[in-house]
């Protein structure tokens, strides 16, 4: 049996296949359509330790060091993530997931 990820689980959702090495483009299921130019897909590649150990120096707390690496590996700003649908915030955490854990 497989195991589905978040974005599996919801309804009517076309989850984002998340095997292979990475880079991974995602294509957003709510794009950020209120800022020039709008974005409908994210990029995410693969992370490095060095990218982790910024991320822990840059904020003490946990869910601020994931936001603050999610934004390093997509070369986009804090800011942005902050605004993401929280199911695009999912097909990240999804991406990360499988690089990090050997799925690729």
């Known amino acids: 049996m497989t195991k589905k990820s978040i974005s599996d689980q919801m309804e009517g959702d076309q989850a984002t296949d998340f095997t ?9 299921k709510y ?18 330790v060095a ?3 910024a991320a822990a120096r840059s904020a003490k707390q946990t869910d601020l060091q994931e936001i603050n690496l999610f934004a390093s ?15 695009d915030y999912a097909q990240l955490q999804d991406a990360y997931a499988a690089m990090t854990q050997g799925n690729g």
């Not at 590996?73 to 199911?87: H, K, P, Q, T, W």
């Open 51 to 53: 990218d982790q150990t």
């Open 31 to 48: 794009p950020l359509s209120d800022i020039e130019p709008p974005l409908s897909t994210l990029t995410i590649r693969r992370p490095r």
């Open 73 to 87: 590996l997509c070369e986009i700003s804090v800011d942005l993530i902050g605004e993401l649908d929280m199911a």
């Open 20 to 28: 292979g090495a990475g880079p991974f483009t995602i294509t957003l």
